[in-house]
């Protein structure tokens, strides 16, 4: 079975810190792309970064970074520098073309508190 | 340009109830997706179309719930008989081609309350 594993239901961060949210995820393919999402309480999901299995290097957009360990099937989110419009729940996805058809799975979600 | 939109924004309805949710997705985009997200959970995935046919249905949880698309834009998901545990967001979302590496832009959802 396909799953996305987020150990950490809740976090917390102060202002202007760095917080890492955790996320596993077993798959037996080799070419998939991985995700995170943000929800905020509008309830819209919003891409805020994407990995490529392929790629070794880990992408970065402005103040997020990932930690993408391949073998380890873990792929981590790093928020640097944490704003009060980064609170909302955090969802790690992957998404694997099978048998005619692709879908993102989604981890259960990490909610991020940031503290002012 | 114009986001993925639902409607409505919030649904209550009563057990036994039929209801439709509607998902109007990006202009020109040819794949497009439901998903269900219960209470605490993430989304999960219900259907995919790509154009007017359901390429994945494998999501649906069961007969009650069935999805068209009959002209490959406005999508429209069905559930018929509705149960409390139907109670959840409905999510939808576009993508421009359905293509692995392409992003998913997902709508606010529509949040069903069965009674």
Redesign the interface.
């Known amino acids: 079975a396909q799953t996305v594993t987020q150990s950490q239901p809740e976090m917390s961060v102060q202002e202007a810190e760095t917080v890492t949210l955790s996320c596993t995820y077993d798959t037996s393919e080799s070419d998939y792309y991985l995700f995170w999402y943000k929800q905020p309480p509008s309830r819209q999901m919003i891409l805020v970064i994407r990995q490529e299995a392929y790629k070794q290097q880990n992408a970065t957009e402005n103040r997020f970074s990932v930690n993408f360990q391949k073998a380890a099937k873990s792929f981590s989110l790093k928020i640097s520098d944490s704003q009060l419009g980064d609170a909302a729940m955090y969802f790690c996805a992957y998404r694997v073309f099978q048998g005619g058809s692709e879908k993102l799975v989604f981890g259960k979600g990490t909610k991020l508190t940031v503290n002012p | 340009g114009a986001g993925v939109s639902q409607t409505p924004s919030n649904k209550v309805t009563e057990k036994g109830k039929y209801v439709e949710l509607r998902c109007d997705p990006i202009s020109g985009h040819t794949a497009l997706?439901w998903?269900r997200q219960s209470l605490?959970?993430?989304?999960?995935?219900l259907i995919?179309f790509q154009g007017t046919g359901a390429?994945?249905d494998?999501?649906l949880p069961n007969d009650r719930f069935f999805a068209v698309r009959p002209e490959g834009s406005v999508s429209t998901l069905k559930i018929q008989r509705t149960e409390r545990g139907d109670s959840a967001?409905y999510?939808c979302?576009s993508g421009r081609t359905?293509a692995?590496?392409e992003?998913?832009y997902?709508?606010?959802?529509t949040?069903l309350l069965v009674l």
């Open positions: 997706y998903y605490g959970q993430g989304p999960e995935f995919y390429a994945d494998s999501g967001v999510l979302a359905g692995l590496q992003t998913q997902f709508g606010p959802g949040r």
